[in-house]
């Protein structure tokens, strides 16, 4: 749930920078893009935190390992996998040449991850000592998730003013 709070949080906050004048955040589809990164950035980590952090408010690798789905081979090693994708992802959304995919490559990592939230509702793995979050949660932040990757993937993104630049063989107002 922290992880939806910081996105939501830092996504409205460039958003309203944005308003203010910094030009980089006028348009939802940037914003996304770096809220989306440093949530991220957290959570790609905290896929490579050794077990001796287990005390610590932050996950570890055992917490992600807990809830992959026993058909899953390799648990520890996909935990990596999907800590590594998530990193390269975050990476991609930061640079504008390479947001579009990224974002849509987030997408589909997020569709993957769905099944592993399912499991984990479904057989109540608590996650880093708190109590399983329930599936009629664990479902609309995942979806958010890839609503919101595939906002950052849009390169206008919905609603936005497509200005047409004027051409010279353009004629002038006459008057």
Not at 32 to 49: E, K, P, S, V
Not at 127 to 144: D, K, S, Y
Request: aromatic share 10%; glycine share 8%; net charge positive.
């Amino acid at each position: 749930m922290e992880t939806l709070v910081l996105l939501v949080v830092v996504l409205f906050g460039l958003r309203f920078a944005g308003a203010l004048g910094l030009r980089r955040f006028a348009a939802w589809p940037p914003c996304a893009a770096y809220a989306l990164a440093l949530m991220l950035i957290i959570t790609g980590t905290t896929h490579f935190i050794p077990d001796g952090f287990a005390n610590t408010p932050i996950p570890t690798h055992a917490d992600f390992v807990a809830i992959v789905p026993p058909v899953v081979p390799f648990p520890g090693l996909m935990v990596y996998v999907t800590g590594v994708l998530e990193l390269a992802g975050a990476v991609g959304l930061l640079r504008s040449r390479t947001r579009r995919w990224a974002g849509l490559g987030l997408t589909a990592l997020f569709v993957l991850l769905i099944p592993a939230n399912i499991y984990a509702a479904l057989a109540e793995i608590p996650f880093h000592g708190a109590p399983a979050t329930p599936l009629w949660a664990r479902i609309p932040e995942q979806m958010l998730y890839i609503a919101v990757a595939l906002l950052a993937a849009t390169p206008t993104g919905f609603g936005a003013k497509v200005e047409r630049q004027r051409t010279t063989t353009e004629s002038l107002p006459v008057g």
